[in-house]
């Protein structure tokens, strides 16, 4: 299996620009997280879902933030619109029920 | 609230044992991870934990005891790639689905040194 698959690794933008990050869980896996990790806050939880659907989006920071699981093989987590407080790297986990996250490489976001 | 303590730093000495603790205060209780951060990359899953006692995998161990909130994970024979963050993760209480989600502490970042 090629593991969890995440795009962009690098994104680097402008203040008040849209910014897309997407995410391929691995095949079978029914749980997908968004999580956000910065050297002040840790890895923090955005969102996760459980067969497609979002089960806890409390960890998402303001509405500028907002994810999407179309379908088990697919998620995209959307910033708009970003600021530099944003900077950080976006990973995307995927799990069967009750067993350990497989996390991707991730994103590493820049905006300036 | 939901917490989960450990020490922000440690050094050991190649070849010797170290132990990383973690306490946690969560709203249920459905298992403890370990994970393994080196700089640059993404966690990559180390133990689990859902029963007290101790788990050995290789020269990492766990423990954990859930009536005093705490677990610690052991490393023997430290090697210099050992040097990573360790991330100790609980899975608190179940929602409507059986999906529950897992926090995570802020990390033990560990040097170790010739």
């Known amino acids: 299996d090629a593991g969890v698959i995440q795009s962009p690794r690098h994104e680097v933008t402008e203040m008040g620009q849209e910014v897309t990050l997407r995410c391929k869980p691995i095949?079978?896996?029914?749980?997908l997280f968004w999580y956000r990790q910065t050297m002040m806050r840790g890895l923090e939880l955005l969102i996760y879902f459980n067969n497609n659907v979002p089960i806890d989006d409390s960890g998402m920071p303001e509405d500028r933030f907002s994810a999407k699981m179309p379908n088990a093989s697919f998620s995209t987590l959307k910033i708009q619109p970003s600021e530099p407080r944003d900077s950080a790297v976006y990973f995307c986990?995927?799990?069967?029920?009750?067993?350990?996250?497989?996390f991707g490489p991730g994103t590493r976001l820049t905006v300036t | 609230g939901q917490n989960i303590d450990q020490p922000t730093e440690m050094t050991a000495t190649e070849g010797a044992i170290v132990q990383i603790n973690c306490t946690y205060q969560?709203?249920?209780?459905?298992?403890l991870f370990w994970y393994q951060q080196h700089a640059g990359e993404a966690p990559t899953f180390l133990s689990y934990n859902v029963l007290d006692g101790l788990e050995e995998k290789g020269r990492f161990s766990s423990f954990l005891s859930r009536s005093k909130g705490y677990s610690y994970l052991l490393l023997k024979e430290l090697q210099m790639k050992d040097s990573a963050s360790y991330l100790c993760?609980?899975?608190?209480?179940?929602?409507?689905?059986?999906?529950?989600?897992?926090?995570f502490g802020s990390g033990t970042r560990l040097s170790i040194r010739p």
């Open positions: 969560t709203s249920g209780f459905n298992g």
């Open positions: 986990a995927s799990s069967q029920v009750s067993y350990e996250q497989y």
């Open positions: 095949s079978g896996h029914n749980s």
């Open positions: 993760a609980v899975r608190g209480e179940s929602g409507y689905s059986s999906a529950s989600k897992i926090i």
